[in-house]
């Protein structure tokens, strides 16, 4: 049985000019199981959210494989890797990346839409979403209308609408108070604990960290400590 | 993602930019707008002028006598004398689509009345003529059908010759000499002024074909006839049956040429209709420019959307929008903003040309050709502009667009 997650030899060269080069990952191995909670942790500039990119099917490795349940995501191509962001990945962002304007219901249902859902089913899946994270009676609001806390439950939401076995958070605490973060770890820790989903966490903070099973240090694009 | 979902999502995203959707769209009423109106009324005008024409006498078929070849001579227009009044006679009884006729016979002659006189042309004519030609009398009646079989010595003066022999008298019951012999004035014609070619039509005198003939110029044939058609659409039926029934009764054989020729005005229709066609089109093309204008707008609109939805755009490439999603969201919206503008612009369109039809009295035949084509051009232009700021939309990098603030 293969690992959930596995990364083999990933390098991801950036050629932001003609010539100049950025080596932002330089041979990262790692593998992660089903149901693992994982941070990943590292100065700005250590490879970690080019890691989370390619993780996330957002981007592709220059070198190196790497396999979500066993297939091959470097081989796949942009239509296929929009497939799996739809149905295998949810996403966690520091900022939130709320559609304006847009009430926490259609935000939430963002998702679905790109699947082949019919309307009732993708209007009862949003809201057992916002269920979850507790903002059903909050479904109408606007993201503007939401406390910071809160438009992360709406985000948060959005990535389990359409239950992938993978969520990947980007800082997701990194714009909240030290006490709404905590309560947005409390929400995802739960969903690890109680739904198996595999979570994977980028963080600065060592409080945040905490809150993982396995923290994983980048520097200078390599893996230095894996614990 | 299915399309009517798509649809949905544009018009959510156009709904949320009430104000720069609208001013939007209106570029693309006010072009699409006055293609319509200006068609229309082009085409409205076109009726109108035709109209017009077809009252200068489009219906008119004049036959003239044709060339005879002796010896392998060709004589020229003019020179067959085997024309009769009894061809004019056989035209009107048996072609179906000629409703008048009137053998022809010119001449010039000095007109004396009095101590004044006049060098005028004499046209020899049958009482169908007036009718034909249109021409109402000003003073008198015309001459009779009994005046044409016994060949009496009346006349109808034109304008100018009432004005030089008769000075301020006036001319009916008057009466003049015409080579010598008296004839009677019974009537004068309205002025109907100059042809095209500046030759003075009221310097004239008719007087009945048959009189012209025997007494003026001692000929038994004609100089030509006139046939009437019932109507424009028939002219060219007339004009063939007549062609059919002088072969026969000149006795031509297959092959040999006609010894006349069948002349109309259908011409000259086709000459105004093919201006006033020139002018729609140069009109309809002059109102594309401000649809091009529209066009345009969509476009600018489109590229600033996409720009400044940069975000939304990662956010949805990010939950597993593809390429294409986006590409086809932001196609049909503005599609969306052109057909809107575009039906909204039929209705205004109509309405204006309504509108001035009922205030101007022009014909204005609302054109369903010109509202499909209208509606055609504007999804169209919605297409053409509305393809670039897509294509730029749906090939953002996922990672910089989420990034963009």
């Known amino acids: 049985m293969a690992a959930f997650v596995c990364a083999d030899q990933l390098h991801k060269i950036y050629q932001v000019t003609s010539d100049i080069q950025v080596h932002a990952l330089k041979?990262?191995?790692?593998?992660?199981?089903?149901?693992?909670?994982?941070?990943?942790?590292?100065?700005?500039?250590?490879?970690?959210?080019?890691?989370?990119?390619?993780?996330?099917?957002?981007?592709?490795?220059?070198?190196?494989?790497?396999?979500?349940?066993?297939?091959?995501?470097?081989?796949?191509?942009?239509?296929q890797l929009a497939g799996i962001r739809n149905q295998k990945i949810g996403f966690i962002f520091q900022n939130f990346n709320l559609l304006p304007r847009t009430s926490a219901l259609d935000n939430v249902e963002l998702p679905i839409l790109y699947s082949k859902v019919n309307a009732s089913t993708r209007y009862r899946r949003a809201a057992d979403a916002l269920e979850r994270v507790g903002l059903k009676?909050?479904?109408?609001?606007?993201?503007?209308?939401?406390?910071?806390?809160?438009?992360?439950?709406?985000?948060?939401a959005r990535a389990l609408v359409n239950t992938p076995p993978l969520i990947l958070a980007d800082e997701p605490t990194g714009n909240l108070d030290s006490q709404t973060g905590g309560e947005i770890m409390r929400i995802l820790k739960n969903l690890n604990d109680h739904y198996k989903i595999t979570i994977v966490l980028v963080t600065h903070e060592t409080d945040i960290a905490r809150y993982a099973r396995r923290q994983v240090h980048f520097r200078d694009g390599v893996i230095v400590s894996d614990q | 993602m299915n399309i009517l979902m798509t649809v949905r999502v544009a018009l959510k995203a156009l709904r949320k930019n009430k104000l720069r959707s609208l001013l939007t769209v209106l570029g693309v009423v006010i072009g699409v707008c006055a293609v319509i109106t200006l068609v229309n009324l082009g085409s409205g005008a076109q009726i109108s002028i035709e109209k017009a024409i077809s009252g200068l006498g489009t219906n008119l078929l004049v036959i003239f006598p044709g060339s005879v070849t002796q010896g392998g001579i060709r004589t020229g227009y003019g020179t067959v004398t085997t024309f009769i009044a009894e061809d004019a006679d056989a035209i009107l009884n048996e072609c179906a689509d000629v409703q008048m006729v009137s053998p022809l016979v010119t001449s010039a002659a000095q007109v004396v009345f009095q101590n004044q006189n006049w060098s005028t042309s004499i046209l020899g004519a049958?009482?169908?003529?007036?009718?034909?030609?249109?021409?109402?009398?000003?003073?008198?009646?015309?001459?009779?059908?009994?005046?044409?079989?016994?060949?009496?010595?009346?006349?109808?003066?034109?304008?100018?010759?009432?004005?030089?022999l008769f000075v301020k008298q006036n001319p009916v019951g008057q009466v003049i000499r015409i080579k010598r012999m008296p004839f009677r004035v019974v009537g004068v014609l309205t002025p109907k002024g100059q042809t095209a070619f500046g030759q003075d039509q009221d310097d004239t005198i008719l007087v009945p074909f048959t009189t012209a003939q025997k007494r003026l110029v001692g000929?038994?044939?004609?100089?030509?006839?006139?046939?009437?058609?019932?109507?424009?659409?028939?002219?060219?039926?007339?004009?063939?049956?007549?062609?059919?029934?002088?072969?026969?009764?000149?006795?031509?054989?297959?092959?040999?040429?006609?010894?006349?020729?069948?002349?109309?005005?259908?011409?000259?229709?086709?000459?105004?209709?093919?201006?006033?066609?020139?002018?729609?089109?140069?009109?309809?093309?002059?109102?594309?420019?401000?649809?091009?204008?529209?066009?345009?707008?969509?476009?600018?609109?489109?590229?600033?959307?996409?720009?400044e939805r940069t975000k939304e755009i990662g956010i949805r490439l990010s939950v597993g929008a593809t390429s294409q999603d986006i590409l086809l969201q932001f196609l049909l919206e503005a599609v969306l903003l052109s057909l809107i503008g575009g039906t909204i612009g039929i209705i205004f369109g109509m309405s204006i040309t309504s509108g001035v039809s009922y205030f101007t009295g022009w014909p204005s035949p609302i054109s369903l050709y010109a509202i499909l084509i209208a509606f055609l051009f504007a999804s169209g232009v919605g297409i053409f502009f509305g393809l670039y700021p897509a294509r730029k939309a749906s090939r953002m990098n996922p990672i910089d667009a989420l990034r963009y603030e």
Not at chain 1, 64 to 74: A, C, D, K, M, T
Not at chain 1, 142 to 156: K, M, T, W, Y
């Open chain 2, 126 to 164: 049958d009482t169908d003529y007036q009718r034909i030609k249109n021409w109402p009398l000003a003073l008198g009646e015309f001459f009779t059908a009994q005046d044409v079989k016994a060949a009496t010595k009346v006349c109808i003066v034109g304008e100018t010759v009432a004005d030089k």
């Open chain 1, 137 to 156: 009676d909050k479904m109408r609001n606007f993201p503007n209308q939401l406390s910071g806390g809160e438009q992360q439950r709406v985000a948060i």
């Open chain 1, 27 to 79: 041979g990262v191995s790692l593998e992660m199981a089903a149901g693992d909670f994982v941070a990943i942790m590292g100065p700005s500039g250590s490879g970690k959210s080019t890691f989370m990119n390619l993780l996330g099917c957002l981007d592709v490795p220059t070198r190196g494989r790497l396999f979500l349940q066993g297939v091959e995501i470097s081989s796949l191509s942009q239509k």
């Open chain 2, 219 to 307: 000929i038994t044939h004609v100089s030509m006839i006139m046939a009437y058609a019932v109507s424009v659409e028939g002219t060219a039926a007339a004009q063939e049956q007549i062609q059919n029934l002088l072969r026969h009764r000149h006795k031509i054989k297959k092959g040999d040429d006609d010894d006349f020729t069948v002349r109309n005005l259908a011409d000259l229709t086709s000459v105004f209709s093919t201006i006033t066609g020139i002018l729609t089109l140069l009109l309809g093309s002059i109102a594309s420019i401000s649809l091009l204008v529209g066009g345009i707008g969509i476009m600018n609109i489109m590229l600033v959307s996409v720009t």
